[in-house]
């Protein structure tokens, strides 16, 4: 956008600009008064007087003429400030408009990309419910095996009815027990499970160093407490079991 500037600056100026004329105007008017006293001391009175009212009526005019323009250039100048700050206040608004509908275009992307994936949380949990015994067995020792146990080795029997479910060894060589439960979301594991769990695996007399619990439910807060703090047992609940399942699913697809 142009800028224009007054001839005497900005409006911080405009009393200066108006002395200023004031004094052309007294220097004009004293002037013509000189002419008209020089005519009249020369016995042209009448001339004098006529010459000395044309000459003011003239600077009176050439005054205004002046202030006139000065006034329509600072109404101008006032016009584009007031255009300049309307337009940057319309850049802004556009501006937070734009941020505002990236923000609600993130914020639904992400509402999106979270249903996703708790769609496909809830589907591989459904797919793990619906594994008969022996292919729930199965695919526990398989995901063991990529958490990084070894000699995985699942037991015969009833799985309803097993203390321990499968027998391998941890990361750092330990032997370890493992039960595992597959309940309905709904059916916690007591504390009284995790109790009779370690009991179990302990009185066996076979060495066993680490403990681990995973079902397809959840522990209720005493079973938690028993099993990380009083007894050392590694748990595994729905949620964790659901985000290795699909760590494992991926890993087998790549």
Request: hydrophobic share 50%; charged share 20%.
């Amino acid at each position: 956008m142009s800028q224009r500037h007054l001839p005497f600056g900005t409006t911080s100026s405009t009393l200066g600009c108006n002395i200023i004329l004031i004094y052309v105007f007294l220097a004009g008017v004293g002037f013509i008064l000189l002419a008209a006293g020089l005519l009249a001391s020369s016995g042209s009175l009448i001339w004098g007087s006529v010459v000395a009212l044309l000459g003011i009526l003239a600077l009176s005019i050439a005054l205004l003429v002046r202030w006139f323009r000065i006034s329509a250039a600072r109404a101008d100048l006032l016009e584009e400030s007031i255009a300049a700050q309307a337009w940057h206040h319309q850049a802004w608004v556009t501006q937070e408009q734009r941020a505002a509908e990236e923000y609600a275009r993130a914020q639904e992307a992400q509402k999106q990309q979270e249903k996703k994936e708790l769609d496909e949380k809830v589907a591989t949990l459904s797919a793990i419910l619906n594994l008969d015994a022996q292919d729930f067995e199965e695919a526990i020792g398989h995901l063991l095996a990529f958490l990084g146990y070894t000699d995985v080795t699942i037991q015969d029997g009833s799985t309803g009815e097993r203390a321990v479910d499968i027998f391998c060894r941890d990361g750092a060589g330990k032997k370890t027990a493992v039960r595992i439960r597959q309940y309905d979301p709904d059916t916690e594991v007591e504390y009284a499970e995790v109790l009779q769990f370690v009991d179990a695996a302990t009185a066996r007399g076979q060495g066993i160093e680490h403990l681990v619990f995973v079902t397809t439910s959840s522990f209720t807060d005493a079973a938690v407490e028993a099993a990380i703090e009083k007894f050392d047992v590694t748990i595994m609940d729905a949620v964790e079991l659901v985000e290795d399942m699909q760590q494992f699913r991926a890993a087998v697809q790549e």
